[in-house]
């Protein structure tokens, strides 16, 4: 791998804003992210979250706003380009094609062939076993149908997936929410290992304590508007459910435009 640059934001939105039928949605909102990096965005249900990451990955348009990639503006139309630039979803619902193994699911619509044409089962498995290996070395099931692992290591094969198709920006929506404790800290060492990767990623999640264990910083989103940010390690879980809740920033974080005055 080249040195890293870990000084430029692998990701800086700025004052992104986006409007439903005159309703606000996302407003005037800035977020940066850092190669090896988790920000987990918080906030109420209709707080701006989804719509500002949907931003991101090329499924909304905004109307007003800069998206930059690794210090220079990007133009990010539609889903194409943003994977184009590294930047890929994982969703709630995994996208997986069940009937068919990790490796099959690795390589999902952009089979290797063999020089015949034919498939070339060898290399993909191949192929899977150094990435599984990589994200999830006890992974070991890669002759199962993918609906018969368990949510973790269905999580471990979706992220696989993205990492293969060069991902270098991970965006997670509620990761954890379908597992059970033991799956919730596999999901929690894959993103430490994504972290050494160098990988950023925007974690969305509702659990405080995910956030807290996973995220290195956090920001509060609420109307729409960026209530603050701030370093998990400056702000305690009462300060953060404060800024969610009420709007209040405090002495640890980094206000936006949508903290109270007081
Ligand atoms: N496609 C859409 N059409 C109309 N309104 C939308 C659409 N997507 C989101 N919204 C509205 O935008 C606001 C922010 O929603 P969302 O980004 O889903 O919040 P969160 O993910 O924080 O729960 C909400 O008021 C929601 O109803
Ligand atoms: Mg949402």
Redesign the pocket.
């Known amino acids: 791998m080249t040195q890293q640059d870990t000084q430029t934001p692998l990701i800086d939105l700025r004052d992104i804003s986006i409007s439903?039928?005159g309703?606000k949605?996302?407003d005037q909102a800035s977020v940066d992210l850092f190669p090896g990096e988790v920000v987990a965005l918080l906030?109420?249900?209709?707080?701006?979250?989804?719509?500002?990451i949907k931003i991101l990955s090329g499924a909304y348009k905004r109307d007003a706003g800069d998206i930059y990639v690794r210090g220079e503006k990007a133009t990010i139309a539609n889903p194409r380009d943003a994977k184009d630039y590294g930047i890929e979803t994982i969703y709630q619902t995994l996208a997986l094609a069940d009937n068919v193994d990790a490796a099959a699911n690795l390589f999902l619509g952009r089979e290797l062939l063999t020089r015949w044409g034919t498939l070339d089962d060898v290399g993909m498995e191949a192929e899977a076993r150094k990435v599984m290996g990589r994200l999830n070395p006890n992974f070991q099931r890669f002759k199962d149908p993918v609906k018969q692992l368990s949510g973790g290591q269905r999580q471990s094969v979706a992220i696989a997936r993205a990492i293969l198709f060069n991902a270098r920006i991970l965006i997670m929506d509620e990761p954890t929410a379908a597992l059970g404790p033991q799956e919730t800290a596999q999901v929690g060492e894959l993103i430490k290992q994504l972290k050494k990767d160098g990988i950023g990623i925007f974690l969305?999640s509702h659990d405080i304590e995910d956030v807290f264990d996973l995220a290195d910083r956090v920001a509060v989103?609420k109307n729409?508007q960026m209530v603050g940010s701030a370093k998990t390690g400056d702000v305690t879980k009462d300060e953060v459910l404060g800024m969610i809740i009420l709007g209040k920033c405090p002495p640890g974080a980094i206000p936006g435009p949508g903290a109270i005055q007081e």
Request: glycine letters at 28%; proline letters at 0%; aromatic letters at 6%.
């Open positions: 439903f039928g309703i949605a996302v906030g109420h249900n209709g707080a701006g979250k989804s719509t500002l969305i989103m729409g």
